[in-house]
């Protein structure tokens, strides 16, 4: 469901070897627009596109850039994750990513759906934001899987659900253990005349 720009800019991490990171993650920001813009798949409709266009952004950050260790689960635990359809979908918990933020230790559940292959960790989150500077049903990132079981976390990456643009999409909610007690003020956010209206 991630369209390549996206792509790119969940690559992008300091210390990747990028000689500017906040110079590359724009220019993949204006690829993610101009794809949003021109591109059959969009998800967001034809009508909507000069509101939404282009997207809102926190400033680049790269303290919201951390390392973190993946603890596999033993047992890959299931879970009926409710969609923004009023569906329910099937995930499993791959594992656990340590973290800390702001000086704080921090976790997320890194999760695939069932039945399809972990090509990807994705990794829904809400916190502080939600529903106020960013879209109420959280936002989501995802990560390329490594052999070490160490990550870059990139909240500068983390974008809103398709569900935001377009209600005909299917999208799950973050679960309770993905719900972070501080202000994530990176990534994707609502526009500012949006939030000042809430």
Do not use: W
Not at 28 to 52: C, Q, V, W, Y
Not at 61 to 86: C, H, N, Q
Not at 151 to 167: K, L, Q, R
């Amino acid at each position: 469901m991630a369209l390549l720009a996206m792509a790119a800019l969940a690559a992008c991490a300091p210390g990747s070897g990028v000689e500017d990171y906040g110079t590359t993650i724009a220019q993949n920001r204006a690829l993610k627009d101009e794809s949003f813009r021109s591109s059959p798949d969009s998800p967001i409709p034809p009508d909507k596109r000069n509101a939404l266009l282009p997207l809102a952004y926190y400033a680049i950050d790269e303290a919201f850039a951390v390392p973190a260790e993946l603890e596999m689960s033993p047992d890959r635990s299931r879970l009926k994750i409710p969609t923004s359809t009023g569906k329910l979908r099937d995930y499993e918990r791959i594992g656990t990513l340590r973290f800390s933020l702001q000086g704080q230790p921090m976790r997320l559940t890194a999760f695939s759906e069932v039945g399809q292959p972990v090509s990807r960790l994705f990794v829904p989150f809400a916190d502080t934001t939600s529903g106020t500077e960013t879209y109420a049903a959280g936002r989501y990132m995802e990560l390329d899987p490594t052999a070490t079981g160490i990550y870059v976390i990139d909240f500068n990456g983390a974008y809103h659900p398709f569900c935001y643009y377009n209600a005909e999409y299917d999208c799950p909610f973050p679960p309770a253990e993905n719900r972070l007690a501080i202000a994530i003020r990176a990534g994707e956010r609502l526009p500012e005349s949006a939030s000042a209206a809430r």
